[in-house]
């Protein structure tokens, strides 16, 4: 039997997410045609594409026509995401995009907009009667953080991603020249559980408040802060508690929830309404995302429980020749 083709263009390939959604592509059922697309010309990804193309900026004011063009270039029946600012830039054109937008593997404009503020989430959550959010504030001063919070506290940005600008401080110079620099997006939290029980939860949501069955990996963060080491494991308080979120949040395709254990609770540490940097390492226990956004997005079928492989995975540096010749290993 002839596995079914589809033409999908993949961006941001040069990165971690990039790459990994090519390898979930290539483990799936489908027979994919892949256009990768990045920035950068010498881009990694581009050796396990089938055609590559060097793409503008998600800021640039030629993004949307150059998106378009690629798909219509191409014939692509879906678009994955590899960076997060084209997920907003392309949220925030959806009227520009017309009907490509049904193109995209995109999250529910309401996911992404509560999703992409660290306070908008934790204040959601607790509107919305989920008590499994961190405490914290975007106005305390040091005294009343410390007071109400403990030391060491958490210094991180409303906004942000991958553990980007998080500072973590016991001293008043030290919080006093963070709020500062940061302004309006201060925030500062409780500083909860430890390394070694982190968390990244992923499940495939259907936009009417359902999901699937997530995959929780008990995960180590590279420097760079996407997973580096991870096991699988099962833990239906994570699963319950993304049960509740979804139900209210509502969001639609490939949903990330990072959570930390911490006094016998799992509280949510923030959600990535997209697919995460994991996604290669779920692929190979069994939950490809990727296959997902295909039966989904393009086929029109809801994709159903997976069964999953247990094991752990380890992340390692290695690298890819290309011969003058064209060759590659």
């Known amino acids: 039997m002839n596995r079914k083709k589809y033409t999908v263009l993949v961006t941001g390939v040069g990165a971690i997410i990039g790459y990994g959604v090519i390898m979930s592509l290539r483990k799936s059922k489908y027979d994919c045609s892949i256009i990768g697309m990045d920035i950068f010309e010498d881009a990694v990804g581009q050796v396990w594409c089938d ?3 060097c793409a503008v900026l998600a800021a640039d ?17 879906l678009v994955f995401f590899g960076t997060e600012q084209e997920i907003q830039k392309c949220s925030s054109c959806r009227e520009e995009l017309g009907d490509y937008y049904n193109k995209l593997v995109i999250n529910s404009m309401e996911a992404i907009r509560i999703a992409e503020d660290k306070w908008d989430t934790a204040r959601f959550l ?4 989920l008590n499994f959010y961190i405490r ?13 919070f403990g030391l060491p506290l958490l210094l991180k940005p409303r906004r942000s991603y991958a553990s980007k600008g998080i500072c973590k401080t016991s001293s008043k110079d030290e919080f006093d020249s963070w709020k500062l620099e940061q302004g309006e997006l201060f925030m500062v939290q409780e500083l909860v559980g430890d390394d070694d029980h982190e968390y990244t939860a992923s499940t495939f949501a259907f936009g009417d408040g359902t999901c699937i069955k997530p995959i929780v990996l008990r995960r180590k963060l590279s420097k760079a802060g996407a997973t580096d080491k991870a096991i699988f494991e099962e833990i239906p308080q994570i699963n319950q508690e993304i ?5 209210v949040l509502k969001p639609i395709g490939p949903t990330n929830f990072q959570f ?3 006094k016998g609770n799992y509280l949510l540490l923030e959600i990535n309404p997209r697919i995460s940097s994991a996604t290669s390492i779920r692929s190979s226990f069994g939950y490809n995302e990727a296959e997902m956004c295909i039966e989904y997005f393009v086929e029109g079928h809801r994709p159903v429980d997976r069964r999953l492989r247990g094991g752990k995975a380890y992340r390692y540096i290695t690298e890819v020749i290309v011969y003058d010749n064209g060759d590659n290993i």
């Open 51 to 53: 055609k590559f193309e």
């Open 61 to 77: 004011d030629n993004y949307i026509p150059f998106l378009k063009t690629m798909i219509d270039r191409y014939n692509v029946d």
């Open 126 to 129: 607790e509107d919305s009667g």
């Open 136 to 148: 914290g504030s975007v106005s305390c001063d040091y005294e009343e953080a410390k007071e109400r």
């Open 243 to 247: 049960y509740s979120i979804v139900e």
């Open 260 to 262: 930390r254990l911490h």
